[in-house]
């Protein structure tokens, strides 16, 4: 199993940046990729942001060239670089683990509010 601690979420306004941290501790070695999840209120909960065991990334059309999902092995580290922030990336981010075997496992998320 994989344990995720996320943290850097805040209030931040309009064209400024932020950078979210997802800490994993666990099975860390049989995860197939990691990937930043956001849900706004009453909305779906839409992916972000996604980095492969093999350090491929891939972006929502909204977010790309604003944002970088990156990883420091030495920490069991991912981290969420956010510039250019718009109010409407206002929402909760989760941290997702998907293991494998299609396990996922899920932080506790961070609130992330841009104003205008």
């Known amino acids: 199993q994989v344990q995720l601690v996320e943290s850097g979420g805040g209030l931040v306004q309009a064209g400024g940046s932020l950078r979210l941290s997802c800490a994993a501790s666990g099975s860390i070695f049989s995860i197939n990729y990691m990937a930043w999840h956001r849900q706004a209120p009453g909305k779906q909960r839409e992916l972000v942001a996604i980095?492969?065991?093999?350090?491929?990334?891939n972006y929502a059309d909204s977010v790309k060239g604003r944002f970088t999902i990156s990883r420091d092995n030495a920490k069991n580290t991912v981290y969420l670089q956010m510039n250019s922030l718009k109010p409407e990336d206002t929402a909760v981010y989760y941290c997702?683990?998907?293991?494998?075997?299609?396990?996922?496992?899920w932080g506790q998320g961070t609130q992330v509010t841009v104003s205008s």
């Open positions: 997702k683990a998907m293991m494998a075997g299609s396990r996922g496992y």
């Open positions: 980095i492969t065991s093999s350090g491929i990334t």
